[in-house]
């Protein structure tokens, strides 16, 4: 279950101090980024190297290796030895679904050390278009044409399921991340696309609308939207960034690379807190160790299943 660090414990953990590591690293350590330089997730992770440097001391080497929604880096990863020195960032459906896609990856094939913030997941349109509900959207699908942005399989999918649910057509486009599919929204070559929190400028300065949540509950930028549940669809595309190993990390260093993050995140003074605040309010979202794991292991089932009742 989700657990989100409230001022009140952040203060807890300030005036405890910092704790003695349990385990300190044999050199650098390599933290691999599964996504582009300039992104939220590549943000997040050059900004928490940089603090846990400065919480522990250890050497934190950013590196982005971009492609296939984190696939890319989780195929190196995961041959790497599990001592706690490379450590891979990227969200958690590169290893909760983007395995259905590969031969040569399991969800068993990680260390799950700790996730940091969750998405905005939310259906965008643009305020020109004068929509405000999926309603004028399949309204409108009976006019025009239909053009859905995505930026992988599972959002492909859960735009099919979406259309499906309406009753309407859609025509899938996919793009490279959650910007490119907001570069297709605004350039007109979509007119309705995902974001998962990287329109957060677009929305607030009017030139994009919210039509649904796609998280278990509203998103902070339109609060009042319903989600995709509410409305008879059964679908949640919400997801978190998360820290990751090579599969067989002995408990002691996956507890101690979660322990300093997490203190970090419960610092109101923390760069990578106040980051996601703005980006992907209301604060940082910490779930870590065999929890994790299992949250991991339980959605990439209930993914397989999604998949194969849209495939019928």
């Not at 001022?7 to 599964?34: H, K, Q, V």
């Not at 522990?56 to 041959?79: C, F, H, Y």
Request: proline fraction near 6%.
């Amino acid at each position: 279950m989700k657990r989100i660090l409230t001022t009140t414990a952040a203060t807890a953990l300030l005036a405890a101090g910092p704790a003695l590591a349990e385990w300190n690293p044999d050199g650098p350590i390599r933290l691999w980024i599964g996504y582009g330089a300039g992104g939220g997730t590549d943000v997040q992770g050059r900004t928490l190297a940089k603090e846990i440097e400065a919480k522990r001391g250890w050497q934190v080497i950013p590196e982005n290796k971009a492609g296939d929604d984190g696939t890319v880096m989780s195929a190196q990863l995961k041959g790497e030895a599990p001592d706690g020195q490379t450590l891979g960032f990227a969200i958690t459906t590169t290893y909760d679904f983007a395995p259905m896609n590969s031969d040569n990856l399991s969800p068993e094939d990680f260390t799950y050390i700790t996730t940091t913030a969750g998405s905005q997941m939310a259906v965008l349109a643009r305020a020109e278009s004068g929509w405000k509900t999926l309603d004028d959207l399949k309204a409108a699908a009976a006019n025009e044409p239909i053009v859905w942005a995505n930026w992988g399989t599972q959002v492909e999918a859960g735009a099919e399921i979406v259309a499906r649910a309406l009753g309407i057509d859609v025509n899938h486009l996919r793009m490279k991340g959650g910007r490119g599919t907001l570069n297709a929204l605004v350039s007109m070559d979509a007119n309705v696309a995902w974001g998962g929190g990287v329109q957060k400028p677009l929305v607030e300065a009017g030139e994009l609308v919210i039509l649904s949540s796609a998280e278990t509950g509203p998103v902070a930028l339109a609060p009042e939207m319903p989600t995709l549940m509410d409305q008879g669809i059964d679908l949640n595309l919400g997801y978190q960034y998360i820290i990751t190993g090579p599969a067989g990390m002995p408990d002691e260093i996956r507890d101690e690379i979660g322990s300093v993050i997490a203190e970090i995140l419960a610092d109101p003074e923390s760069e990578t807190r106040q980051f996601i605040e703005k980006q992907y309010p209301p604060a940082p979202i910490v779930t870590q160790g065999a929890e994790l794991r299992e949250q991991i292991l339980s959605t990439y089932e209930a993914n397989v299943s999604m998949m194969k009742a849209l495939a019928e």
